[in-house]
């Protein structure tokens, strides 16, 4: 039986822990030991018995936007609706604290479609991505 409940900053040492595989296996990005505390103010975790199978947490950029990260279910426990879970309390958490747009940048396009996101809002600007390194320098065009 899962169960769902807000995280705490006494819960940072155990996030900071439950992240680190998908870190190695670049599935999250690496996060400070500060960043994970910080994540907790709005952060949720699924459990079984004691053990944590599921965290996810919004990070409140201003009162217009705020950003769904640091989503991670267990592998043992992937397709049962957790991460589902996870997303709608953050969408929740985000409605009460009035953010007027929330996104997700994540790998796992489906899960996240199937939540409601797509790729831009309707009628709105669409974010554009290059990784820096991989562009020809100035001083060679």
């Given at each position: 039986m899962v169960s769902y409940r807000?995280?705490?900053?006494?819960?940072?040492?155990?996030?900071f822990a439950y992240i680190r595989p998908?870190?190695?296996v670049r599935q999250l990005?690496?996060?400070?030991?500060?960043?994970?505390q910080h994540l907790t103010k709005h952060g949720f975790m699924a459990q079984v018995n004691d053990r944590i199978v599921g965290f996810a947490a919004v990070e409140v950029y201003s009162r217009k936007l705020a950003e769904i990260q640091c989503l991670a279910v267990d592998p043992d426990f992937q397709d049962r609706g957790i991460g589902r879970h996870l997303v709608r309390?953050?969408?929740?958490?985000?409605?009460?604290?009035?953010v007027l747009e929330l996104m997700a940048i994540s790998a796992s396009e489906n899960l996240f479609k199937?939540?409601?996101?797509?790729?831009?809002?309707?009628?709105?600007?669409r974010a554009l991505f290059v990784q820096p390194q991989e562009l020809d320098s100035p001083e060679t065009q």
């Open positions: 807000d995280a705490t900053i006494a819960d940072a040492d155990i996030v998908f870190v190695e990005l690496d996060r400070t030991f500060e960043e994970i309390q953050c969408v929740l958490r985000a409605r009460e604290l009035g199937n939540c409601g996101f797509d790729y831009s809002l309707p009628n709105q600007k």
